[in-house]
């Protein structure tokens, strides 16, 4: 017998879609129920049999779910946790999919009230470019970190269910506090995505663009492949970690700068040894990885 009669996914996105399939692919699942707006992505999920029930109702969603996720963009997070509220059955957990936690706790703490024990936040680390129910894939998660950022109020047995329902989808799961979450996020993976999006906006915007992407190659590609990931969802996410992001592109800025300066002074041996580190870093970064994350 299943851990949980039904879940509710709130949200049946990539981030979403992909948790259903896993839990379903564990057996920890009997039924999904999925909640979106968009009517032809909910028929995607029905027919690739990621959720069984569909509807654009919250509160339909939650009422009989034992398990919660929300898989939302984090700016709609305070929205959904005070339609939860109501009708989240005692015992029920809750769970989210945001890269950012402080606002998300912050918006879940205002949204549930007396509920917010039964939230465990979560932060998987993995994603894609791609985006809705099409994309989804069981194995998405497989040896990616997740990273919980229990709660005071949170009764240690719950984190440890949390934790027992990302390791079954195949994650490696950590715990941190929201700040240091927040800060870490902003400089592997917040900061990467707004430089990415600025460096083609700079592109769009010349009046050559077009002759100019003709000619681009792989470099290009590769750099700012991360510029197709959702606008909306990370303009939300920039937003929600702002001030820690703001701290990282002062840093970038900087070590922009000091390269700018070197190629100023025509000072080509400091520049190879900037770049030999930086090579150096990345290298022994990737040797590392039992996975490389592809996305966030």
């Given at each position: ?159 440890a269910r949390i934790r027992a329902l990302w390791a079954r989808c ?11 979450h927040d800060a870490v996020m902003a400089a592997v993976s917040h ?89 150096a870093l990345r290298d022994a970064w990737i040797a590392s990885q ?7």
């Amino acid at each position: 017998m299943a851990e949980f009669a039904q879940a509710a996914v709130i949200g049946v996105g990539l981030i979403g879609g992909s948790f259903a399939l896993a839990l379903k692919d564990a057996g920890v699942v009997e039924r999904v129920a999925g909640v979106g707006r968009d009517a032809e992505n909910l028929r995607t999920a029905l027919a690739r049999g990621i959720i069984d029930i569909a509807t654009h109702d919250v509160a339909e969603a939650v009422r009989e779910a034992d398990l919660v996720f929300v898989a939302t963009p984090v700016g709609a997070m305070a929205g959904v946790f005070a339609r939860i509220a109501p009708v989240l059955k005692p015992g029920a957990l809750i769970t989210d999919g945001g890269s950012t936690k402080q606002s998300v706790i912050e918006a879940a703490r205002k949204g549930l009230g007396a509920r917010i024990a039964q939230f465990v936040p979560s932060h998987p680390i993995a994603g894609s470019e791609k985006s809705g129910a099409a994309a989804a894939s069981s194995t998405l998660y497989l040896d990616h970190e997740v990273v919980l950022t229990p709660l005071p109020e949170n009764r240690p047995e719950d984190v440890a269910r949390i934790r027992a329902l990302w390791a079954r989808c195949g994650a490696r799961v950590v715990e941190m506090n929201a700040r240091e979450h927040d800060a870490v996020m902003a400089a592997v993976s917040h900061a990467p995505h707004f430089i990415a999006f600025a460096y083609m906006h700079a592109i769009a915007a010349r009046k050559d663009a077009t002759d100019l992407l003709v000619h681009a190659g792989g470099g290009l590609r590769d750099f700012t492949r991360i510029a197709s990931s959702h606008p909306r969802m990370w303009s939300d996410i920039c937003m929600a970690n702002r001030e820690a992001l703001l701290a990282e592109l002062a840093r970038f800025e900087q070590a922009v700068g000091e390269l700018r300066a070197l190629l100023e002074a025509n000072d080509a041996a400091e520049l190879e040894a900037r770049f030999s580190h930086a090579r150096a870093l990345r290298d022994a970064w990737i040797a590392s990885q039992v996975a490389p994350p592809e996305g966030e």
